[in-house]
């Protein structure tokens, strides 16, 4: 009998953006390699998910993440990533002569033209994001006029606050704050922190930038969380989104758990013994009344994470007893 209900989220797998880059990446480097060049290089990982960074690798499509590394391989043709790079680092690439295939995300791309308005129109850019992602560092990199800051948590904002207010003892002009976040910022917390942000100076516009794919992944996992006896969250511990999606179900669900591929996986079905003999691990960690009920297993998948996990995982748990 099979007496689990395995339900998938329905936002799961490669988003647009990804799925692009994915798709351009192998497309333009069979191209290229039909003409003779057999080597190319994405400057940093294209999609952080190890499974596809693996198939790259195997295609001579060269992970390299310092742009005067790609310079000094020699390698001739490189792909920017869909974080997109700071307007120093396509200069530095164009200048050595490189034949650039920027994949940059559309709407990363439309980020870095509103701040870079911003700046033209003298307004003090304020990224709401982590300091060390590459798309936030992107996005910085486009401001060349104003000062420009980061901010990670409210316990960033008195710093900045203090910068500015000393910016305009120096300058005697008024701050005119300009406020985006990186697209896989989570939603709750830049509600916080812009929420915080009105209070740093008179005049403060504020843009949500998160990625309608971020923020319908999230409100999802967290429905499905509420729901379930078990949740797999399928993606890769490099990639910022599928931790976000984990941690929201992990609040939500204890018997949550990051699956990077099918041996993880069957390592924790192994664990639980979902193997139609028992039921150990699973129920007796959860507050199911009903033991005799179907077992709820959610799936959810990043937008990072490839559809063959995603069927690989499916096909594992269909079926499954308890
Ligand atoms: S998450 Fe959104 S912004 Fe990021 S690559 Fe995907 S579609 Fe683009």
Known sequence: MNNTNVKLAKSSGFCSGVKNA???????????K???IHQTAVLGNLIHNKLVLSRLD?????????????IESGIKNVFIRTHGESAATLK????????????????VKKIHEMVRAASQANKIVIVIGDKQHPETIGIIGQIEKTPSFVATTLADLPDIEKQINNLHRKTGQEAQIFVVSQTTF????????????KKVAKTVEIFNTICYT?????????EISKNSDVIFVLGD??????????????AHCKNTYLIENTKHLADVLENFKLDGTNLNGVHSTTNRKNTSAKLKIGVVASASTPQSLIDSV????????V
């Open 22 to 32: 994915v798709e351009q990446v192998f497309e333009i480097s069979n191209t290229l």
């Open 34 to 36: 039909a003409q003779g």
């Open 58 to 70: 195997q295609q001579n499509i060269k992970t390299i993440n310092c742009a005067n590394e790609i």
């Open 92 to 107: 530095k690439l164009q200048e050595a002569g490189l034949t650039i295939y920027d994949l940059t995300c559309p709407y």
């Open 186 to 197: 989570s939603k709750a917390d830049f509600k916080k922190i812009s929420a915080n942000l």
């Open 214 to 222: 971020t923020s319908v992944r999230q409100n999802e996992a967290l």
């Open 237 to 250: 511990t490099l990639s910022s989104n599928t931790i976000k999606l984990y941690e929201i179900c992990k």
């Open 314 to 321: 499916l096909k594992h748990l269909q079926g499954k007893t």
